[in-house]
Each structure stands twice: as C-alpha cells, then as structure tokens.
C-alpha cells in the first residue's frame, strides 16, 4: 500500500498537469477562433479565382498544347504526395490520422508499380512517415513559419511543388490534409492539385455573351495556374490549421477531464488510508491502556 | 447616372473592398480600360498600378496594385490581387528607404532571374506608389 506522503504527492501532480490541460485547452480555442476567421476570409479569393478557372478551362479540355499544369503530364507513373500536418503534437489523432492516410495511398500505388515521393509539410508528419517510408521522403518543411499562417508560406510549398514538376520529377499531386467540419470532427482529404481538378465548379452564366480574354487565353492560364496552385495549397493549409486547433481543444477537453477523475480516485484512496492510519493507531492506544 | 457597376478587390487573405461605383478603371496588361454597368465579359490580366473608383466624374479611391486578374461579367467586377494599397494608406516617408532598399537587393540577386524578377515587379510597384501618390 502506497504511503500517505507519497499519494499526496501523486494528486498535486495530477492537479498541476491538469492545469497545464486546462490553459491548453483554452488557449486551443481561441486560436481556433482565430484560425476559422482567417479560413472564411480566405474563401472569396479562392472561390472566384475557381470561377475565372472554370470559364477558362471549358475552352482548353480538347486543346492538346493546353499547359501541363491543367492538363497534367499524359502519365501517371509518378505521384507525389504533399502530406501537411502540423508541427506540434498533443493535438489527439489530428497528425497520425493525416499520416495514416497518406502511408496508405502510399502503399497502393507503390503495389500498383508506380512511384511515390512525399513532400512533408510539417514537423510531425515527417518525423511519423520517416519511420517506415524514409526513402520515399524528398524534402520536408515546415507548416508556419511565423506565428500566423501566411500566404507566403503556401507560396513557398507551391514554388517547391513547382520546381519539381517543372523538371519532370513527378506527374500527379495530391495533398493531404485535414478538413475541418467542427471543433469535434475533422476529415482527412485528400485533394488532386496537379493536373487541376476544376470540374467542380460550373462556369458563369453570361446570358450568351463569351469572355474576353487581355492578352489571350493561354498567357491567362499560365499565370492563373500555379497561382490556382498556391490558393489551393494555401485554402489546404488553413483548413489544417483550424483542425489543428480544433483537434488540440478536445484532446485537452478530454486530458482535463481524466485528469479530475483520476485525482477523485486517488483522493478516495488517500482518504481510506488516513482513516486506516487513525484506527490503528486508536487501537493501539486502547489496547495498550487495558494491558496496564 | 446608369446603372452602377459591383466592384470586389480580393486578395488571397481577405476580401478587401466591396463597392458600388460608376466606373472603375484597372490598369490592364495591355493598357487601361475603364468598366461601367454592361461592359463585355472579360478576363484580364493586370500589371501593376492604380485601380480608380469613380463616382459621377469624381475620382473618389485610389488603390495601388501589385499587379493581379481582373474579372468582368454582368454589371460586376471582380479584382484578384496579391497586395493592394490604399492611396490614403500609403506612408510616403518610409518610400523612399524601401524602394532603395529593394535596389540594394535586386543588386544581390545577381544571376538569380526568377527571384530579380520579382523583385523588380515589386520594385515598379514602389515606385508607382511615390510617383502617382501625391495628391492631384
């Protein structure tokens, strides 16, 4: 039986990690706050710069000098996959349900005899995915640089995912991520970037009026499309960062609870014991005092 | 006055403007065209510059663009932009030493010509904002 001294030590340690869950927790909602109004304010961009897409690619789906980047390579014998993950943990299965998704798609196409490279965006998807598929890891980075997510930091994933795909290294890209539904529920997606998937949304109605297009169709396309490709990335990596913090608030929400239930139980067990300690001793006292 | 046209400036973090106006003028890239109510569809790109609101004949905003898409259909006008500056926003003071200390970078980047580029796109935009800045 563990001693007096030694369970009143255990229940204040309990009691001060529960704190520490606690201010986790609160600090974990607001920057989630923060985190789904930066989201929202991302969307107009996003959404119009899909419009302008559709209209543009309605006209390209037959032209075979159509940019690679719509169009994709005519291959699919290399995939890369850019796995955005978060760079902290204690955040519940947020990181290793993004992982586990991307070591499966990885697997498919590795028995399907094609070829995988991984970018990781994100310090703890690397350090998951480099246990079992370090060689297939090309390069890794982190998700922020600074303290708010930026628009630079998707350019930059974009200017790395660009590079390669202007050297041939690869023919299709999927990013993974985190979809964020609520505070409690996150969906691993995972969304094609290259070539575009623009089908989704239905081109303008202009009541029979075609577009114009300064200079032409194709210089458009080929300033839009990587910049379609930041967007897309930038749209990925927000929704990550919401799910980050939505993930971090229940699995705090969760440790604070256990936390109180465990420093219940121990104060039951350390109440039993005092109570154990008193009786003894007042049995020793009686039965000594009736030997005299 | 006509019918007015529906005027957005969106960058990618937010959307920065959305107005009523009578005509907006947008520096395209092949020159600048001003868009009222009916206009024909367009895709355009942008250089970098100034896009005018107008109200009536009157000048009434002023926003400086670093270059970006602009998207014409049915009475609306829809501005892509990476980084826009309002006229009024603009600090004249600290001008000068960002423009010089862009050309002290644009000088290190040397055979680097993608990153030359951009920084000299950045360069024009700066300028643009000292030369045109002052009131009319």
């Known amino acids: 039986m563990p001693s007096l001294k030694s369970l009143r030590i255990r229940i204040n340690s309990v009691k001060s990690t529960q704190k520490i869950t606690k201010a986790m927790k609160t600090v974990a909602a607001s920057k989630l706050r923060r985190a789904q109004e930066a989201a929202q304010a991302a969307r107009p961009y996003a959404e119009r710069m899909e419009r302008m897409l559709a209209s543009l690619a309605a006209g390209q789906a037959d032209n075979d000098n159509a940019p690679r980047l719509l169009n994709g390579t005519g291959r699919d014998q290399v995939h890369l996959l850019v796995v955005a993950t978060a760079d902290r943990g204690l955040c519940g299965a947020f990181n290793s349900s993004i992982a586990r998704a991307a070591r499966r798609k990885a697997q498919e196409l590795l028995q399907a005899g094609k070829e995988v490279k991984i970018l990781c965006v994100g310090r703890k998807g690397r350090d998951i995915l480099r246990r079992d598929l370090a060689k297939h890891i090309v390069d890794s980075m982190e998700a922020t640089k600074g303290k708010r997510l930026a628009f630079s930091d998707a350019d930059g994933v974009k200017a790395k995912v660009m590079e390669m795909f202007e050297k041939g290294e690869f023919d299709i890209c999927t990013i993974f991520y985190n979809h964020f539904r609520s505070a409690i529920s996150q969906v691993v997606t995972e969304q094609q970037l290259i070539p575009a998937a623009v089908a989704g949304s239905e081109p303008v109605d202009l009541g029979g009026a075609a577009y114009e297009y300064e200079p032409d169709e194709e210089q458009i396309l080929d300033r839009l499309l990587p910049r379609n490709l930041t967007v897309q990335i930038y749209r990925a990596l927000l929704e990550n960062q919401a799910s980050e913090q939505g993930a971090r608030m229940t699995a705090m929400d969760n440790a604070t609870r256990n936390a109180g239930e465990m420093i219940k139980k121990l104060t039951l067990v350390y109440n039993r014991n005092r109570q154990a300690v008193i009786t003894k001793e007042l049995i020793e006292i009686i039965s000594g005092a009736e030997a005299v | ?136």
């Open chain 2, 1 to 136: 006055m006509a019918d007015k046209v529906t005027f957005e400036l969106v960058s990618p973090e937010r959307l920065l403007l959305a107005t009523e106006a009578d005509m907006v003028v947008v520096p395209g890239q092949e020159g600048d065209f001003g868009v009222l109510s009916g206009h024909q569809p367009v895709i355009s790109m942008l250089r970098p510059g100034a896009v005018d609101i107008y109200e009536g004949e009157r000048l009434v905003e002023r926003i400086f663009v670093a270059g970006g898409f602009a998207e014409v259909s049915s009475d609306r006008l829809t501005v892509l932009v990476e980084e826009a500056t309002a006229q009024k926003d603009v600090d004249q003071a600290a001008l000068p030493r960002r423009i010089a200390e862009l050309r002290e970078r644009i000088e290190e980047a040397g055979e680097d010509d993608a990153l030359r580029q951009s920084l000299e796109a950045r360069l024009a935009y700066l300028e643009l904002m000292g030369e045109s800045g002052q009131p009319h």
